[in-house]
């Protein structure tokens, strides 16, 4: 009888912040709030909010426990939802799933007309509260909290019809329009609000679990961040279902029953994922990409910072088909291709590393060699335009996979994971922009068809990557680079032009690590548990388990990585991913 698995990944890894506390509950909030206007001699508590945020639970919670004090909703002095619309539609665009990058800012929401008349309400000889998005630029002089919360908190709210866009009552709009507004707009408007008051900031309110809000000091906040900065840290995986999803990560990740099945594991995509940050009393919830944002040189390093600006290039994330089904037939553009159409620098380079595969499981990956593309193109337009069946082995080849082969994918390489294998997908960050080409037939959880897009992806398909050249590119292409007593090192991924490189260590024993002054992105994908410890004893021993994703700060310097616990006297295995800085992309 087969022995069953015991789960030891940690879901809610956090970064602890000692001797710091939080205020925990509306009564106690408000009370301190209120406490800190009178020692202030301030009139005006200002609470800016970040999208998702559930304002008018807020101004029900004040007017209940301070019924006294008038709130002013920022919201009455954006301009119209008409309006707004209208001005965000070039960028949203008619796509169901692309659209473009801009520079919009918070002021171009805002009526100025709307501004004047709620300024002319407020008055500074009684106290007031100014709540909503852009607060702080209609109150400038009060005291300022920010209420934040992180993407996938806010992607939960679109599917529960919680959440709407910035100005606009479209809570019952469609998950994919919801989706591509806030990554193409929202999101872009509200941070760049966010990081141009960041200083100015005096309380943080999380209200993520929304009958549980905390209230930190800014300073808290800070030396959370500051904290993170100095050691190993993970941030909050979050797991989704697919119609091709499988079984894998439910139980290596101990994961609820109810969804059919996890599709995709997202483990480190600061952009979407949020960051915990233990103190003495509570544990506050922030967006991890606040510390991507405010310290980019320390975390990312000097060089990568000056190739991309605050905005981290790694992305980590599984994908589980095990009794599942196959990927969409997909393929991602070139760099000249996504900055022309969606204003973005760069494109989804990536790899396939095998975490776990059952016998018979293959890749799809490349073309095969007598492919006439005019033909192929036609016969992807024909089953989509029919709802019929796409011959894909006819064109795309196919390879039987392993656990820990390793599969690159640059941009323009027609690909898919077949059923019956485990991805740990390695890829730069612009991660929305897959071009499927076919999708086996089937319908999306909603019961709908998934968008497909030919249209851009015959624009994107290299068809010179064929037979040959995948099987001497793309495939294994690992390397021994050293080897001592107990382990050795070897380069599992880079190909010409690619910045991210990966690196496989095996070991028994300590091996010592140096991030060369840029981020390091790694993986246990091998073995049940291993200990980073610093050399000098500058942060305390940070143990991870199995597939557990973990970001070392470039600000960090050096670390070894040993086996640990139940893996002790064991050989486990670390996939290592980092910028190579002989590859960064010229601007």
């Not at 994922?273 to 320390?298: C, F, G, M, R, W």
Request: hydrophobic share 40%; charged share 25%.
């Amino acid at each position: 009888m087969k022995q069953q698995y015991i789960s030891n990944y940690d879901k809610a890894p956090f970064v602890v912040v000692q001797n710091e506390q939080a205020i925990v509950g509306w009564k106690s909030i408000i009370e301190f709030l209120l406490a800190q206007l009178a020692d202030s001699g301030n009139k005006q508590l200002v609470i800016d909010t970040y999208q998702g945020v559930k304002i008018s639970s807020i101004i029900q919670q004040w007017a209940s426990l301070a019924p006294d004090i008038k709130v002013f909703d920022t919201r009455q002095a954006l301009k119209d939802a008409a309006t707004i619309e209208k001005m965000v539609h070039p960028y949203v665009t008619d796509h169901p799933i692309f659209g473009k990058m801009n520079d919009l800012s918070i002021e171009d929401f805002l009526d100025q007309e709307k501004v004047a008349q709620l300024k002319t309400q407020l008055n500074n000889n009684e106290r007031q509260i100014i709540i909503g998005p852009a607060a702080s630029l209609i109150a400038p002089n009060g005291l300022l909290v920010y209420a934040d919360m992180a993407r996938w908190e806010i992607q939960l709210r679109f599917k529960r019809n919680e959440a709407t866009s910035l100005g606009s009552n479209n809570k019952n709009a469609s998950f994919g329009y919801l989706y591509r507004r806030s990554f193409f707009v929202d999101w872009r408007v509200l941070d760049r609000h966010k990081q141009n008051i960041f200083h100015s900031i005096q309380f943080w309110l999380d209200t993520t679990v929304q009958d549980q809000p905390k209230l930190v000091r800014h300073d808290a906040m800070v030396k959370g961040l500051e904290r993170a900065l100095r050691q190993p840290f993970r941030v909050v995986p979050y797991f989704d279902p697919g119609p091709w999803g499988g079984q894998w990560l439910k139980q290596v990740c101990d994961l609820p029953d109810g969804p059919p099945n996890y599709a995709w594991a997202f483990d480190c995509v600061p952009e979407e994922n949020s960051l915990l940050l233990k103190l003495d009393n509570a544990t506050i919830e922030i967006p991890s990409i606040n510390l991507v944002h405010e310290y980019p040189q320390h975390l990312l390093g000097e060089k990568v910072y000056q190739a991309f600006g605050a905005y981290f290039p790694i992305r980590f994330d599984f994908l589980d088909t095990m009794d599942g089904g196959n990927l969409s037939l997909q393929v991602h553009p070139l760099k000249e291709y996504i900055k022309e159409q969606f204003g973005m620098p760069l494109t989804q380079d990536e790899s396939y590393y095998i975490m776990d595969a059952k016998e018979g499981a293959v890749v799809y990956l490349g073309l095969k060699d007598d492919v006439e593309p005019e033909q192929m193109i036609k016969d992807l337009e024909y089953a989509y335009e029919n709802a019929t069946a796409f011959d894909a082995d006819k064109y795309v080849a196919k390879w039987p996979i392993k656990k820990h082969d390793h599969y690159l994918i640059p941009a323009g390489t027609v690909h898919c994971s077949g059923t019956d294998s485990v991805v740990l997908e390695i890829s730069a960050t612009p991660y929305i922009f897959t071009f499927k080409l076919y999708d086996w037939e089937r319908m999306g959880l909603d019961g709908k068809p998934r968008p497909i897009s030919i249209d851009h992806g015959k624009n994107a398909i290299q068809w010179n990557r064929r037979t040959q050249y995948s099987k001497e590119n793309l495939i294994n292409k690992i390397t021994v680079l050293s080897e001592g007593e107990g382990w050795r090192e070897e380069r599992t991924g880079l190909y010409e032009g690619f910045f991210i490189e990966t690196r496989r260590y095996w070991m028994s024993t300590q091996t010592h690590h140096t991030t060369n002054d840029v981020v390091n992105v790694l993986n246990l994908v091998e073995g049940r548990e291993a200990v980073i410890e610093s050399p000098t004893q500058a942060f305390e021993p940070f143990v991870v388990h199995y597939a557990e994703t973990f970001i070392v700060p470039a600000s960090v310097k050096e670390y070894t990585i040993r086996p640990y616990g139940e893996s002790e006297g064991k050989e486990i295995a670390v996939l290592k991913a980092f910028i190579n800085t002989h590859n960064l992309p010229k601007n």
